[in-house]
C-alpha cells in the first residue's frame, strides 16, 4: 500500500510537553545549540567507541586523551594516500591503526632505535631516509606498498595486518585502535553512517496513521523531503545504505533532503551541525532533524542516530539492521535528545 501525503489540513496537536524531558534536557539543548554537539566526559563510564560517522576532534579515545586536529589531519593525510595508492578504505584503516598505535598520529621526531614519524619507520631498516619518513605523506605510502605486497592482505584482520607491516616487539597494542581507525577513516572516506540501534524507542510502526497530513503553512521543501522518507516506509535499513533499496539513518536524512535540491552532510556527526538550532519539543516544526545518543553512543555520549519529525507527535527514522524504516512516536525520543537542529 502507498502511503498518501496531504498538506493544509491542520495537524493533531502534540500532547507531549518539553517539560518531560526535564531541565536538564533543556539546558543540555541550549548548549549544544550554541556551540555544536556534546562531547563530554560523563563520570566514570567509559563510552562506547561504536559510533556513528568520523569521530569529531575533541573525542574521547581510549587511552584517555582527546582527538586532536592535529591527529585528524594526519589521518586524513593518511587516508588520501591509501585512496591513491589503490588500497580503499581497507588500506587506510590499517595504515591508521597502525599510525595511532604507534605515534597516536603525532609526526614525532624521535622513538626507540631511531624511528621516526607517525609510523615509527627506522630509516636503518629501509623505510627512507630521516626526513622522508618524517613526511606524513612519504610515510603513509611506505607504510602501503608494505601492506599492499602482502598476499591477500585485505583478508587479514586490522591489527594483524598492522602488526604484519611494523613487527613491533609489542603486537598487542594494535588491537587496541582497530575501531577508533575504522570510525576515523569511514567518516574522511564519506562512508561513515548510523551503525547503533534505536532499541529502546517503542511504539514503532510502518504505516502512517489514519488521516495523518501536514499542518497548513508547511514549507513546500519541508513538504518535498517529508513525502520523500514517507514513501521509504518499509524499506530495510542498510548500513550506509543511501537507497533507493534502503537507508541507514542519516542516509534517510540526506536523500529525504536532496529529493528538493538541499544538500545535507552524508555521517550523524556532521548533520548534528546543519542548519538551525531548536530549543525545545515545544518549537518542533515537521522536517526538523531529531538527534539522540542512540543504543550505541559515541564518546561522551555523542549523537549516534537520526531521525525526521514529521509532525503529529511522529518521526521517520531508519533504525538498525533487521528493522525496516519506520514510524515511532516522539514521545519515545524525547528522554534521549541531544540535539535538535532545523533545516536549512
Known sequence: MTAELTVGQPAPSDALKWA????????????????????????????ALAICGALPVGSLLPDGSRLTASQAANAAIITAAASSAGAGEAGAIDAVDAAMTESRLNNVDYGTLGALGLFQETPADGWGSAAQVMNPEYAANAFLTRLMAMPDWQAIPTAVAAQDVERSAYPGRYQTWVGVAGEVVAGLSGTGACNNATATLTGATTALPAGFALPAGTPAYVAGAIGYAIAQLGKPYVWGGTGPDGFDCSGLVMMAYRSVGIDLPRTTYAQVYAGQPVYGAGQLAPGDLLFTEGSDPGPGGAPGHVGLYIGSGLVIDAPYTGHPI???PLSSWLSQLVAIRRVP
Do not use: D, K, R, W
Open 20 to 47: 518531560a524531558a526535564g531541565g536538564a534536557l533543556v539546558g543540555l539543548l541550549v548548549v549544544l545549540s550554541l556551540a555544536g554537539p556534546l562531547i563530554a566526559s560523563q563520570g566514570a563510564t567509559t563510552p
Open 326 to 328: 519506520e514510524v515511532t
